[in-house]
């Protein structure tokens, strides 16, 4: 994308509307009312202008950072985030998360890591906020066991904020993203017995779609044959969580329409094959 074509097309529009505006009042209102109309809008005309007077310098002060986004200097964007977020010890959300994309593009997990080990000591509410891309590392980094305890920290501070009008109760799919992170690493851990209790709190309480339709795969077609003391109740969970998405989602489109957009994010990605074959299971008939 060419970001410095947006900001001049945005400037264009502003400048443009202005100037048709200002032709058109002279025009049908006549020169008077005209300049009256102006001086009772001179407000809004300045906060126009300072807008996009902010925009522009907005741009410019972060015109490298554009440039090696539109290059796919991956490299590049890495040293350059580096440099301002920990030598210049800028910790910005926006700019801790495009660093630890960037070294998900580059395959390089273990730098996330290294950037979360930065941010505990500068500005550890990031951790909290950016939690499910310092879990998907761990979890590439085959590190489970260090996830499991990850998202087990993550879930216990988010249900303690819970009710305090705090994070987390702002972004319920969070939480449950978290919960089903926990549950999905104890499954790889060989955890069975915490993981299909997680799975099925997620199928039984959880609003996004996506994390109950999951939730209630993992319970039918791998716990159920790992739990037989609990079959009948996972099975029994799975299939009520298995109708909870299909009131939601009608169509298996429309699945995969969520689920696209998930895989978006690197925690999505991870999920692609799981996606795929939940999809099938819950719109099987």
Not at 63 to 68: D, F, G, I, P, Q
Not at 261 to 280: C, F, H, M, S, V
């Amino acid at each position: 994308m060419q970001f410095r074509y947006v900001f001049i097309a945005f400037n264009i529009i502003i400048l443009f509307f202005l100037l048709v505006i200002g032709i058109l009042s002279f025009y049908i209102l006549g020169t008077e009312i005209a300049l009256e109309f102006w001086q009772a809008s001179r407000f809004f005309i300045v906060l126009m202008l300072l807008v996009l007077i902010g925009l522009d310098v907005f741009y410019g002060i972060n015109r490298s950072l554009y440039v090696l986004l539109e290059r796919e200097d991956w490299p590049g964007l890495t040293q350059y985030l580096e440099t301002r977020i920990v030598q210049h010890k800028h910790y910005s959300s926006s700019l801790v998360r495009l660093l630890a994309n960037t070294y998900f593009v580059l395959s390089d997990p273990a730098s996330v890591m290294n950037l979360e080990r930065k941010i505990a000591q500068e500005k550890p509410s990031l951790i909290e906020e950016h939690a499910l891309l310092f879990g998907a590392a761990r979890i590439l980094s085959k590190d489970i066991s260090g996830g499991v305890q990850f998202f087990s920290d993550r879930l216990d501070a988010a249900v303690a904020r819970s009710g305090k009008g705090l994070f987390f109760r702002k972004d319920p799919r969070k939480t449950a993203w978290i919960r089903f992170y926990y549950g999905f690493t104890l499954l790889l851990e060989r955890q069975f017995s915490i993981a299909a209790e997680q799975f099925t709190i997620l199928s039984k309480e959880a609003k996004d779609p996506i994390t109950i339709g999951l939730s209630a795969y993992f319970l039918a077609e791998i716990l159920t044959k790992l739990l037989l003391d609990r079959s009948l109740d996972l099975q029994a969970t799975a299939a009520d969580g298995c109708n909870r998405v299909g009131a939601i989602l009608h169509t298996i489109d429309a699945w995969y329409k969520d689920a696209t957009k998930l895989q978006n994010e690197i925690y999505g990605a991870i999920l692609i094959p799981y996606l795929r074959d939940a999809g099938r299971w819950i719109y099987r008939n």
